[in-house]
């Protein structure tokens, strides 16, 4: 399976978890890490997107279509998808506590080369921001979905293709606030 982009350069014989892969994907956008996690957690990657697709009618995402585990766009039409559909997802993840932990940690000391930090500027800017997930693909350019809670509102802000994405993630969650 050809993987490209961001990668937590695993090579054959490293020892990683599960819950690494997990954070290595959420901090890191580790393509690598999806495709191994695909590979491990289902009979073959492809019926791990049988899985993806699945659970995405379920939660109601009616305008995504998952072609692989990583998202890329290079090999075949890539993951298809809208802001809103996404911000569905996120939604739904976010009442997973261990997703929630995850996607919210800032630094993560990793078993293969010291520490990863999470891509999500808005963690480190912004401080009623307690989640997010960044990546990028030639075809959907800069991708970004973002959680924040003030006064015990949850609220997530999901852009494609906005080259200010975090500005206007804090901007928006601000308007609201």
Same mark, same amino acid.
């Given at each position: 399976y050809q993987i490209e982009g961001s990668s937590l350069y695993l090579e054959v014989g490293n020892k990683?978890?599960?819950?690494?892969?997990?954070?290595?994907?959420? !901090?890191? =956008?580790?393509?690598?890490?999806? /495709? &191994? +996690?695909?590979? $491990? !957690?289902? =009979?073959?990657?492809?019926?791990? /997107? &049988? +899985?993806?697709? $699945?659970?995405?009618k379920e939660i109601g995402m009616k305008n995504t279509t998952f072609h692989n585990p990583s998202g890329l766009d290079i090999f075949d039409e890539g993951n298809l998808s809208t802001t809103y559909d996404?911000?569905?997802?996120?939604?739904?993840?976010?009442?997973?506590?261990?997703?929630r932990e995850i996607s919210s940690t800032?630094?993560?000391?990793?078993?293969?080369?010291?520490?990863w930090?999470?891509?999500?500027?808005?963690?480190?800017?912004?401080?009623y921001c307690i989640s997010g997930k960044t990546g990028y693909t030639k075809k959907a350019r800069r991708t970004l979905i973002t959680s924040s809670e003030k006064n015990q509102q949850l609220l997530v802000c999901c852009t494609f293709d906005c080259g200010s994405d975090f500005a206007f993630h804090k901007k928006m969650y601000e308007n609201v606030y």
């Open positions: 990683i978890t599960i819950i690494d892969l997990i954070y290595g994907l959420i !901090l890191r =956008s580790g393509n690598d890490a999806a /495709v &191994l +996690l695909a590979s $491990n !957690l289902s =009979s073959s990657i492809e019926d791990f /997107v &049988l +899985l993806m697709n $699945n659970k995405a996404m911000s569905l997802l996120m939604a739904y993840c976010l009442n997973n506590p261990l997703f800032k630094y993560y000391k990793t078993p293969l080369k010291g520490q930090k999470n891509k999500n500027k808005l963690l480190f800017d912004y401080d």
